[in-house]
């Protein structure tokens, strides 16, 4: 149960943590749709981890059975945190050198933010964590890690609703924020995004780092190496 959590964690932080993702959460409350169409792009994001939950919580249930006496993660569980870390020194690492941000979703997508009706947003929101191999392999890695502890089913479903909400929990506060503190949100939201603006580069590079390096450690543990 510890290491599960030990993987979850980071995972969820790593998920949460993406500012140009939440500044698009800000700036489609100013939309026309407003809340309804902010709610729609995390409504988007949501709907496409629920579904990497439901679909491949079976594949790598039937795959941990046949690791059931290993107490660490699995070999599936230890491939897929060897790519989260390589992940995590790549989004560092391009952070530190040229500054590119590989979270951002296409130009195109980012000029329409402006004029975004709900339903598109939706659909860009499940867009963009459907073309992201980042967030795949997040996910998938959650799944694992669950699969690995051997939890009932409703215990298991349960974990990975909790790591859906808090790898949205940056959205989550965005918006009831906005519905809470209608007046004061303008003010309190325009200083969440001059803040991300700026610190996006260092807080990227250190989550690359930090969980790249405890990424790397647990892969390497669980394939033996270490």
Known sequence: MLDMWTTLLPLMIGSAIVPIQIIITILLLKTPGGIRTAMAWVGGMTSVRLAQGVLFGLVFTASTQTESGNDGPGVVSSVL????ALLFFV????????HEDEDAPPPKW????????????FLIGAGLLIIGAKF????LSGIS?????????AAAAGVFL?????????????????TLMPKRSDVLLERMT????????????ILGAVFG????????TGLGVL
Do not use: C, Y
């Not at 001059?194 to 590079?205: F, G, H, K, P």
């Not at 390096?213 to 390497?220: D, E, N, P, Q, V």
């Open 81 to 84: 945190l060897l790519v989260v």
């Open 91 to 98: 989004t560092g690492a391009k952070q530190l050198l040229t």
């Open 110 to 121: 980012m000029s329409a933010v402006s004029s975004m009706t709900p339903k598109k947003a």
């Open 136 to 139: 795949w392999v997040f996910t």
């Open 145 to 153: 890690a669950i699969s690995d502890a051997q939890l009932s089913l």
């Open 162 to 178: 909790i790591f859906v909400v808090v790898s949205e929990i940056a959205h989550i506060s965005v918006l009831a924020i906005a």
């Open 194 to 205: 001059t803040w991300l603006s700026a610190n996006n580069r260092i807080i990227m590079i």
């Open 213 to 220: 390096t405890w990424f790397m450690i647990k892969a390497l």
